[in-house]
């Protein structure tokens, strides 16, 4: 009876012996990819680095300058002969910025002036922390045949650099985003005041989108996450009911955890806007936009948008982990002293080194070693002057026995 008991077990659970030999298989397969990674030679890592950092085989002579970097310790040295091709630029960094620059966080969007300038910076080693702040857009080069001008209105410019297959590694330039546009240069706010951020992000709405998308593109954190009940509801808005379907408790326990902290920064944009029917972001310096004010009357008794001032609620309460820059006043005036309160959190740093790895390694760190790693490069990071291809060189360093 127990024997048949027991066959009756095994046959229910792996009919025809099907299922154990699947796990076998697998097991084999593992056990396989063990003794490969253990025993891959200087010239499969090489290999390995290419791959992951241009996703294209190198050619034979680069195959042989990396493997001889590698062989002699210089795996990092290897990542970055494998970044002077051109697809790390053209597709890889392309492919990696371009979910920040939409609600869908889609890939598979046209290049524009957002992702352009992402590359630009990454390539010409800007600081990174000045991604949300600084003066700055790349465009093609001057002098490219049939590549239209850059507008304020469309994003042609971007689409024909794409559509020719202009090679973005030799032909961006950096410009002053001021004299690109019609912004004064205070305006400005690195990629949060490009044309593809403002499409997306102050287009309708209340502002409040560019915030949170930002956030979650480049502090790797949804408002859900930043939720704190602890901070003072003095600054949230006139259109946020106090007692939404008549249960003040809901406003208590959670309306005022994200709006607390929300509503503050997102003052900073109080100028800012897109106007659909000219396809353009707008600025108005010193007049609030009237999205500002959109359903004053579900509260008066709320705070009134003046200007474009902003405070952080969130250095104080659980939210100071984020780590604050503390030579930082926490408040300030616009968008720039806005992105630059954002971009020189430990926060932030943490985020482009998280989002470098799993582009590299194609998975998240794991383990304890993967955090160490994740660690080290943050530290490296901030203190190596924020050099976004120094991150992509590691990681590929770290990974390449994957």
């Given at each position: 009876?127990?024997?048949?008991?027991?066959?009756?077990?095994?046959?229910?659970?792996?009919?025809?012996?099907?299922?154990?030999?699947?796990?076998?298989a697998?097991?084999?397969?593992?056990?396989?990819?063990?003794?490969?990674?253990?025993?891959?030679?200087?010239?499969d890592?090489?290999?390995?680095?290419?791959?992951?950092?241009?996703?294209v085989?190198?050619?034979?002579?680069?195959?042989?300058?990396?493997?001889?970097l590698?062989?002699?310790?210089?795996?990092?040295?290897?990542?970055?002969?494998?970044?002077?091709?051109?697809a790390?630029?053209?597709?890889?960094?392309?492919?990696w910025?371009?979910p920040?620059t939409?609600?869908?966080?889609?890939?598979?969007?046209?290049?524009?002036?957002?992702?352009?300038?992402?590359?630009?910076?990454?390539?010409?080693?800007?600081?990174?922390?000045?991604?949300?702040?600084?003066?700055?857009?790349?465009?093609?080069?001057?002098?490219?045949?049939?590549?239209?001008?850059?507008?304020?209105t469309?994003?042609?410019?971007?689409?024909?650099?794409?559509?020719?297959?202009?090679?973005?590694?030799?032909?961006?330039?950096?410009?002053?985003?001021?004299?690109?546009?019609?912004l004064p240069?205070?305006?400005?706010?690195?990629?949060?005041?490009?044309?593809?951020?403002?499409?997306?992000?102050?287009?309708?709405g209340?502002?409040?989108?560019?915030?949170?998308?930002?956030l979650?593109?480049?502090?790797?954190?949804?408002?859900?996450?930043?939720?704190?009940?602890?901070?003072?509801?003095?600054?949230?808005?006139?259109?946020?009911?106090?007692?939404?379907?008549?249960d003040?408790?809901?406003?208590?326990n959670?309306?005022v955890?994200?709006h607390?902290g929300?509503d503050?920064?997102?003052?900073?944009?109080?100028?800012?806007?897109?106007?659909?029917?000219?396809r353009?972001?707008?600025?108005?310096?010193g007049?609030?936009?009237?999205?500002?004010?959109?359903?004053?009357?579900?509260?008066?008794?709320?705070?009134?948008?003046?200007?474009?001032?902003?405070?952080?609620?969130?250095?104080?309460?659980?939210?100071?982990?984020?780590?604050?820059?503390?030579?930082?006043?926490?408040?300030?005036?616009?968008?720039?002293?806005?992105?630059?309160?954002?971009?020189?959190?430990?926060?932030?740093?943490?985020?482009?080194?998280?989002?470098?790895?799993?582009?590299?390694?194609?998975?998240?760190?794991?383990d304890?070693?993967?955090?160490?790693?994740?660690?080290?490069?943050?530290?490296?990071?901030?203190?190596?002057?924020?050099?976004?291809?120094?991150?992509?060189?590691?990681?590929?360093?770290?990974?390449r026995?994957?």
């Open positions: 009876m127990t024997a048949g008991m027991n066959n009756l077990r095994i046959t229910t659970l792996c009919p025809s012996g099907r299922l154990s030999a699947a796990v076998l697998l097991g084999l397969y593992l056990a396989l990819a063990m003794i490969m990674q253990a025993f891959a030679t200087p010239r890592e090489a290999r390995r680095i290419h791959d992951r950092l241009a996703g085989p190198p050619s034979a002579a680069v195959l042989d300058q990396m493997t001889s590698v062989s002699n310790g210089d795996a990092i040295g290897a990542a970055y002969l494998a970044m002077e091709n051109r790390f630029y053209d597709v890889t960094l392309k492919n910025a371009a920040w939409n609600r869908e966080e889609d890939v598979f969007v046209p290049l524009n002036d957002y992702i352009a300038t992402v590359i630009g910076m990454v390539r010409d080693d800007v600081p990174f922390n000045q991604l949300l702040s600084a003066d700055m857009v790349y465009v093609g080069r001057d002098g490219l045949s049939g590549i239209p001008a850059y507008s304020m469309s994003n042609a410019h971007y689409e024909e650099l794409e559509r020719r297959n202009i090679n973005l590694m030799e032909n961006l330039e950096q410009r002053r985003q001021s004299a690109m546009t019609d240069p205070d305006a400005t706010a690195g990629v949060m005041t490009t044309r593809a951020a403002a499409e997306a992000f102050f287009v309708a209340t502002n409040r989108a560019m915030l949170r998308f930002t979650m593109a480049h502090m790797c954190r949804d408002l859900e996450q930043l939720a704190d009940t602890t901070r003072s509801p003095d600054r949230i808005r006139q259109d946020v009911s106090r007692s939404p379907g008549g003040s408790r809901l406003f208590l959670n309306c955890s994200c607390t929300m503050p920064l997102a003052q900073a944009y109080a100028y800012y806007d897109w106007d659909e029917s000219a353009r972001i707008v600025y108005t310096s007049q609030v936009r009237p999205k500002y004010f959109n359903n004053a009357d579900t509260f008066p008794f709320g705070f009134v948008t003046t200007d474009a001032s902003w405070a952080n609620y969130w250095r104080e309460g659980q939210n100071a982990l984020l780590g604050w820059d503390p030579g930082r006043p926490g408040e300030g005036y616009g968008a720039k002293s806005m992105g630059e309160e954002l971009a020189n959190s430990q926060a932030f740093a943490q985020c482009q080194v998280e989002k470098v790895f799993r582009t590299v390694c194609l998975r998240t760190p794991t304890a070693a993967d955090r160490q790693q994740v660690a080290s490069m943050v530290t490296s990071f901030r203190g190596g002057n924020y050099r976004m291809r120094q991150v992509f060189a590691e990681s590929a360093a770290y990974c026995a994957d």
